[in-house]
């Protein structure tokens, strides 16, 4: 199956990330992606840029090398009432809204009721479209409460191909866990690269590998179509 998007990349802008948007988007190109989304760290994260960045977005062409692009961002639960570090106003013009918990934002802990709590609430949240990197080891949850919230609030489950690579080492049983829960349930999965280098974009290979051993129906993975995944977000409000 060719998976033709890749929804959460990251440029310079973020701070630890080596690319230019416009050296992603000729890559994407390359590779023959059809939508590319970037998703630089929201303002909490240390070296991320100033809530301005983003409410400056529109300001960039829908369409670079070929490529549909999206213009959004990763932002940071930074507490256990799941509050986001934009503003509301901001968040509502983003293309694209990834939800994520990250160090050092949020101290590493065992209390999967809490974080399971943060992540809950983070979801009530109508901008939000995709929650990230769940299967971090380092802020456990009760899996089955997420992908059922998610599927009630119509909101994606990451799979993201760098927690297995190069950030968030140990994830792969959690992922395993969670991608089996959404074929349980019938919730719709996105495969992400989470790339910080450009040559990262579209990369799913050991992403796709924790979905092969549990036999992921495909019809579960947006990742195939660009119209299904730009429905999905008309159905959230988005006008694209």
Not at 25 to 52: C, F, N, Q, R, V
Not at 99 to 127: C, F, R, V
Request: glycine share 6%.
């Amino acid at each position: 199956m060719k998976y033709v998007l890749d929804v959460h990349t990251h440029t310079i802008v973020s701070g630890h990330a080596y690319s230019t948007l416009l050296e992603n988007a000729k890559y994407a190109s390359e590779i023959g992606l059809e939508l590319l989304g970037t998703t630089d760290h929201g303002p909490s994260m240390p070296g991320a840029p100033h809530e301005w960045y983003f409410g400056n977005l529109k300001v960039l062409p829908r369409e670079l090398f070929g490529v549909t692009m999206l213009y959004g961002c990763e932002a940071n639960i930074i507490d256990y009432e799941g509050t986001l570090d934009l503003p509301i106003d901001m968040q509502k013009k983003l293309d694209i809204l990834i939800a994520s918990i990250h160090e050092p934002i949020m101290n590493a802990n065992k209390n999967s009721d809490l974080n399971t709590t943060a992540l809950l609430k983070a979801m009530d949240n109508p901008n939000v479209h995709i929650l990230g990197h769940s299967g971090n080891p380092k802020f456990p949850i009760h899996e089955e409460e997420i992908v059922k919230k998610a599927k009630e609030k119509n909101i994606l489950i990451e799979i993201n191909n760098s927690s297995f690579i190069s950030s968030r080492i140990g994830s792969e049983k959690n992922c395993s866990r969670i991608a089996s829960l959404c074929k349980e349930h019938g919730v719709k999965i996105i495969l992400n690269s989470d790339s910080h280098f450009a040559y990262r974009i579209g990369g799913f290979d050991a992403a796709i590998k924790v979905l092969k051993q549990i036999d992921m129906p495909e019809e579960l993975i947006i990742n195939k179509s660009k119209e299904d995944f730009l429905d999905f977000l008309r159905a959230k409000g988005k006008n694209l």
